[in-house]
T-cell receptor
């Protein structure tokens, strides 16, 4: 596609529920990243995929967070037993091989009530 | 891990004047330093970046300088315009491990 697409754009869920956030990167981009941005803060790294494998998942805050990219394109960030502190904008970005600059998606605003 | 500090948190500049935002980083292995502009409710967009093998890079009204010894880098915007108003984030990373650590942002307001 022309840009990084994230769905849904907004998600409101009840505390304790499970959510999935989807990212569709730019076609041909091998690297995919998830970041979380809280109000008034910079993006915080969660996980980075190179192809299908998670090259670095050191930013995932705990085992309630999991991400997959089974075919090396679309990625899904999964959050179990959501907590109010999970409320944030979840940003996805992708980059092509040999290119270091990211292209970010518009994000999914997650609100846990 | 890497720690990036950014100053100031807010900056107001008269239209036409220059704006400077400064960042420091802690990990001497970091060798890539991008700057992102984020308008309200929109995605961060890369505006300029610099690698550690150069000390300065310029693109029209925007320039970035890097001092590896002191571990700091700065964004310079000249001849500011109202459309420059946004939140600016610096970041630091290590080529080969593409994780970026972001600063906390600077809200730049250009006063017409």
């Amino acid at each position: 596609g022309a840009g990084v697409s994230q769905t849904p754009s907004n998600k409101v869920t009840e505390k304790g529920k499970y959510v999935e956030l989807r990212c569709d990167p730019i076609s041909g981009h091998t690297a995919l990243y998830w970041y979380r941005q809280s109000l008034g803060q910079g993006p915080e790294f969660l996980i980075y995929f190179q192809g299908t494998g998670a090259a670095d998942d050191s930013g995932l805050p705990n085992d309630r967070f999991f991400a997959v990219r089974p075919e090396g394109s679309v990625s899904t960030l999964k959050i179990q037993r959501t907590e109010r502190g999970d409320s944030a904008v979840y940003l996805c970005a992708s980059s092509g091989q040999g290119r270091y600059g990211y292209t970010f998606g518009s994000g999914t605003r997650l609100t846990v009530v | 891990g890497e720690n990036v500090e950014q100053h100031p948190s807010t900056l107001s500049v008269q239209e036409g004047d220059s704006a400077v935002i400064k960042c420091t980083y802690s990990d001497s292995a970091s060798n890539y330093f991008p700057w992102y502009k984020q308008e309200l409710g929109k995605r961060p967009q890369l505006i300029i970046d610099i690698r550690s093998n150069v000390g300065e890079k310029k693109d029209q009204r925007i320039a970035v300088t890097l001092n590896k010894t002191a571990k700091h880098f700065s964004l310079h915007i000249t001849e500011t315009q109202p459309e420059d108003s946004a939140v600016y984030f610096c970041a630091a990373g290590n080529f080969g491990n593409e994780k970026l650590t972001f600063g906390t942002g600077t809200r730049l307001t250009i006063i017409p």
